[in-house]
């Protein structure tokens, strides 16, 4: 459906395109901007790390907090932040909280997002009295639209089953609409990264390793772009060999300013390793990267000298300043 109102020196256009609800509103010269009302996908699963006390609350609460915060990154991406804190009521104090960030929606085309109009906050807190996961519905106006968390269970569960997952209510979002020219480039792959050994002996011993890598790109001093490559590998039974860690490489330098990067500036995989061969985690074609080829297990001692991540780059688009 089209409705088109005219008065004087304005126009407004509503439109009701596939996937979603939009307004596009023109006044004047002010340039054309179009409302688009989003269904996001809820956030993963968010296990904050362990921070203090023993890993059991024991019956003991825990007593959560939990947020979430949207922004726009990058003109093109909304990024929710995620927190949780939990704290066990009573000695010995067992405790988890942290802060996670996903990326949670990326505008297609070369269009920017202006602004966000609906809620970008919420908050709840709450007491936990039993072991059984805990649900949360926020009011309709807000960004969040049930709060899904985990405090106490059976047995431990800081930093390993107490988390949050965040569902959202529609988000709505201005965006331009008129086409602007952009740079594309292809990139090389990084080094490969290893990162250090931080727990365990340096053998993953065929047990796994559970494996986590992600890849984010941004300008730095105005003409480059680097990537930020993080790794973490951890063996999945005792005695957790483990290895953590990021690098950041200059992977392209333009002969003039980067006003913005158009493109996405994130990837994340995750797998558990089942061979000593390296591994191939291919994205799609709108990700940032193309694939991961990870090693993680090998013949032998690998956790700091072999286990390690190379990144390939999909096309990066950004519009020069």
Not at 190 to 212: L, M, N
Request: proline fraction near 5%.
């Amino acid at each position: 459906m089209l409705l088109i109102e005219r008065g004087d020196d304005n126009l407004s256009v509503s439109t009701a395109p596939i996937g979603g609800e939009a307004a596009i509103l023109l006044k004047g010269d002010r340039m054309p901007v179009e409302t688009v009302t989003l269904d996001i996908n809820p956030t993963p699963f968010f296990i904050p790390p362990r921070v203090g006390g023993d890993r059991e609350f024991k019956g003991h609460g825990p007593a959560v907090q939990v947020s979430t915060r949207l922004l726009i990154r990058n003109s093109k991406e909304l990024w929710a932040t995620v927190y949780m804190h939990a704290k066990e009521t009573q000695a010995d104090w067992t405790e988890a909280e942290g802060t996670a960030e996903y990326l949670v929606y990326r505008h297609p085309g070369t269009k920017r997002i202006l602004r966000i109009l609906s809620d970008v906050n919420s908050f709840t807190s709450y007491t936990d009295t039993d072991h059984e996961v805990d649900y949360f519905d926020m009011p309709a106006g807000e960004l969040v639209r049930q709060f899904e968390c985990v405090g106490d269970t059976k047995g431990d569960e800081a930093g390993i089953k107490t988390g949050v997952r965040a569902h959202f209510n529609p988000v709505k979002i201005e965006v331009e609409t008129s086409e602007v020219a952009y740079k594309t480039i292809q990139v090389d792959p990084t080094p490969k990264f290893v990162p250090s050994h931080v727990g365990g002996d340096r053998d993953f011993g065929g047990h796994g390793p559970q494996v986590e890598v992600s890849a984010t790109i941004s300008v730095q001093n105005q003409t480059e772009i680097w990537a930020r490559i993080w790794m973490h590998a951890k063996e999945t039974k005792s005695d957790w060999t483990e290895v953590h860690g990021s690098t950041n490489f200059m992977i392209y330098r333009h002969d003039r300013p980067i006003a913005e990067l158009v493109s996405s500036t994130h990837s994340q995989g995750s797998y558990t390793d089942t061979d000593h061969t390296d591994d191939e985690l291919t994205l799609g074609a709108n990700d940032l990267v193309a694939r991961f080829v990870c090693t993680g297990d090998t013949g032998g001692n690998e956790a700091g000298t072999r286990t390690g991540v190379v990144v390939h780059f999909n096309p990066i688009v950004f519009r020069e300043a």
